[in-house]
């Protein structure tokens, strides 16, 4: 939808036509503070008069870029502390009177560091904007965190357990010791909260405005032979595979279904952090896909480290040109067709990032269980400015936790799907 853009638009009124505002900051993932909000004002000629100060980099850097005179100031989450402490410790008044957090899902844990410093200045800042695509990616509890920091807890309340208390009631809890593993709304829960964050939240779908392309879906299964399969069942089973220079073991269920998943992508680590060789057979799946591109580039989604280092492998055996997305030159010259494969880590580039110029092909070798990383990721290509049909490949080992992971992953859009429908915009009429 240009979520960027629209909002630089409306900041511009906000500081140059009404004057509401006088000085904004803005908080993004660390490659989208750098590169895709300062890109965007040379984009548009509208937002040309616009000033960005991009506070990144190192310490003398980030000091520097704030005494750079500016309208706005854009800066990773992780230097939200730095930003604090730097103020408060120079007896500078805080003087942001407009705040907008690029991603608001990243906020949704309110006892992470990035929550309770932002909440410290939260009293002096006039404005607040939460841009998202992906509001309550593992349910409706994720809301409390992140319009509490919009609102300061007018409408959810002002603590999680009153909201908790109000909205939700135990799904699973171990009869024991009293433990709640997952709380489930209560009857009619959904559509009161709804109703309460209904006159500040609105949301629009790209496919209701804009003329998208097609986006297809596709499932490659692939089948560990039976040496390997077994070796996957004693895992699952007995939660060790005993080997001679290191063990394979999961502590917990939490630990065995990570281990089972980068078993199902072809390797997992031992108790050494040494990462053993199970199968190659989503790396064939993945050499066809490439092939069947016939050159047009293609984007690959990996989630373990070992997953990365067995694709940069086997590609270089094929001589097949393969790069990992990480600077902004990268970004620049995969959008400029000049990477015939790509490497993206989805938690590290699954926000914001403007990949679509560069192709329209996907390939997940390994999932991940996060909703909100799976659809942010699938975003970068499928979105506004892309010109081509986008296909999505997901690469599936047969009868492994793949396939729960993306059960899970459509089932989860449910109560999202029903979320964005309730604050949908209604511009005319």
């Not at 031992?270 to 580039?297: F, S, T, V």
């Not at 580039?349 to 990383?373: C, K, V």
Request: glycine fraction near 6%; include cysteine.
């Amino acid at each position: 939808m240009g979520k960027t853009v629209i909002t630089l638009t409306a900041l511009k009124d906000l500081l140059l036509e009404t004057f509401e505002i006088s000085k904004v900051l803005v908080i993004a993932p660390l490659r989208v503070a750098r590169d895709t909000w300062p890109a965007e004002t040379e984009k548009w000629d509208h937002l040309r008069e616009l000033e960005i100060s991009v506070v990144v980099g190192t310490q003398k850097e980030r000091v520097a870029a704030l005494n750079h005179p500016a309208l706005i100031y854009v800066i990773n989450r992780e230097n939200i502390k730095f930003l604090v402490d730097y103020y408060e410790k120079n007896g500078i008044r805080w003087d942001f009177d407009a705040v907008v957090i690029d991603e608001l899902s990243s906020f949704k844990n309110h006892q992470s560091q990035r929550f309770k410093y932002l909440r410290k200045v939260r009293p002096f800042v006039k404005r607040w904007i939460g841009l998202t695509g992906t509001p309550a990616s593992n349910g409706l509890m994720d809301l409390w965190a992140e319009i509490g920091i919009l609102d300061g807890g007018e409408r959810l309340g002002r603590f999680i357990g009153r909201y908790r208390e109000a909205y939700f009631k135990p799904g699973s809890m171990n009869p024991q010791t009293g433990v709640v593993f997952q709380y489930v709304p209560r009857p009619g829960a959904e559509e009161q909260i709804y109703q309460k964050i209904s006159d500040i939240t609105v949301s629009m779908k790209a496919l209701d405005y804009l003329d998208m392309p097609e986006c297809i879906c596709t499932r490659h299964e692939v089948e560990m032979e039976k040496p390997e399969r077994e070796l996957y069942d004693t895992l699952r089973r007995d939660l060790l595979i005993p080997l001679k220079d290191g063990d394979i073991d999961a502590a917990n269920a939490a630990a065995l279904t990570g281990k089972l998943l980068q078993m199902a992508n072809g390797a997992v680590y031992d108790e050494n952090g040494k990462a053993r060789r199970i199968h190659d057979r989503k790396l064939e799946q993945l050499e066809d896909l490439i092939e069947a591109a016939n050159g047009q580039p293609v984007l690959v989604a990996y989630w373990f480290k070992h997953d990365k280092a067995r694709i940069l492998e086997h590609l270089a055996k094929l001589k097949i040109p393969v790069r990992d997305i990480k600077s902004s030159k990268d970004i620049r010259d995969w959008n400029a067709g000049e990477i015939p494969v790509a490497l993206i880590h989805s938690a590290s580039a699954g926000h914001g990032l403007n990949l679509q110029s560069g192709g329209h092909i996907l390939i997940w070798f390994g999932l991940t269980w996060s909703l909100e990383l799976y659809q942010q990721t699938n975003a970068r290509l499928w979105r506004q400015g892309q010109k081509e049909v986008v296909t999505i490949h997901h690469i599936i080992t047969k009868g492994t936790v793949d396939e729960d992971v993306l059960a899970a992953l459509e089932q989860k859009d449910i109560t999202q799907e029903r979320l964005i429908g309730a604050v949908k915009a209604r511009l005319y009429g």
